[in-house]
């Protein structure tokens, strides 16, 4: 187990839009705790949220993935908070945590 490993537990936030007063937040968590078992290094791909790292008391990686959508239409936000996916697993020496965001449509 390499030295980063000791920094074991993860927080993911991520978010699809800015928070503003008149629109409400809406929010899915989940959770995964992950022995350090088959790899040395761990890689966090995540082009908007945030990502705390805090040391794990059982030297486990503890990932809680925290999706925020704030959005006016309550139904849109939550098809929006689906689209958000976070991938994790083992990809050869490395324990990858990845963030999936929709892509945005502009249409003028």
């Known amino acids: 187990m390499?030295?980063?490993?000791a920094l074991a537990a993860l927080s993911l936030m991520v978010a699809a839009a800015p928070a503003?007063?008149?629109r409400e937040a809406y929010r899915e968590q989940?959770?995964?705790?992950?022995?350090?078992?088959?790899?040395?290094?761990?890689e966090i791909i995540n082009?908007?949220?945030?990502?705390?790292?805090?040391?794990?008391?059982?030297?486990?990686?503890?990932?809680?993935?925290?999706k925020i959508v704030s959005l006016g239409d309550q139904e849109y936000a939550q098809k929006v908070?689906?689209?958000i996916?976070?991938?994790?697993?083992?990809?050869?020496?490395?324990?990858v945590?990845?963030?999936?965001?929709p892509r945005r449509h502009d249409i003028r």
Do not use: C, N, Q
């Open 2 to 5: 390499k030295s980063s490993m």
């Open 20 to 22: 503003v007063e008149s």
């Open 30 to 42: 989940s959770e995964k705790i992950v022995e350090v078992r088959g790899f040395g290094t761990l």
């Open 47 to 66: 082009s908007r949220g945030r990502v705390e790292l805090m040391p794990s008391a059982d030297a486990r990686i503890h990932v809680t993935a925290l």
């Open 81 to 83: 908070l689906r689209e």
């Open 85 to 95: 996916t976070v991938d994790a697993g083992v990809r050869g020496d490395r324990y």
């Open 97 to 101: 945590i990845e963030v999936h965001y």
